[in-house]
């Protein structure tokens, strides 16, 4: 888990963490997309996230932690869905 929060945090990502098998993504003091963006992409590459509006939290997500391939999937979508924000 050490290893996915690492590349959370790079790309400027906090996360926090629970005592389940997910996390939470926090987008707040980000200067790119929203968190509801973001959800919306990642639904269109066949990854779901909880969104946390519901919670009172609009600008995080819900990750369940998953297999190894699976979260390499979801870093690099997430990656290319940070960098097409800069550019």
């Given at each position: 888990?050490?290893?996915?929060v690492?590349?959370?945090?790079?790309?400027?990502?906090?996360?926090?963490?629970?005592?389940a098998?997910?996390?939470?993504?926090?987008?707040?003091?980000?200067?790119?997309?929203?968190?509801?963006y973001?959800?919306?992409?990642?639904?269109?590459?066949?990854?779901?996230?909880?969104?946390?509006?519901?919670?009172?939290?609009?600008?995080?997500?819900?990750?369940?932690?998953?297999?190894?391939?699976?979260?390499?999937?979801?870093?690099?979508?997430?990656?290319?869905?940070?960098?097409?924000?800069?550019?």
């Open positions: 888990m050490n290893e996915i690492n590349r959370f945090n790079e790309m400027g990502v906090k996360t926090l963490e629970g005592q098998n997910f996390m939470l993504l926090d987008f707040r003091n980000k200067n790119g997309p929203s968190a509801a973001i959800a919306n992409h990642l639904m269109e590459q066949g990854i779901q996230l909880r969104d946390m509006t519901p919670y009172g939290l609009p600008e995080m997500l819900r990750m369940s932690i998953g297999r190894t391939d699976e979260m390499e999937k979801f870093t690099l979508c997430l990656r290319k869905i940070l960098l097409q924000e800069v550019s």
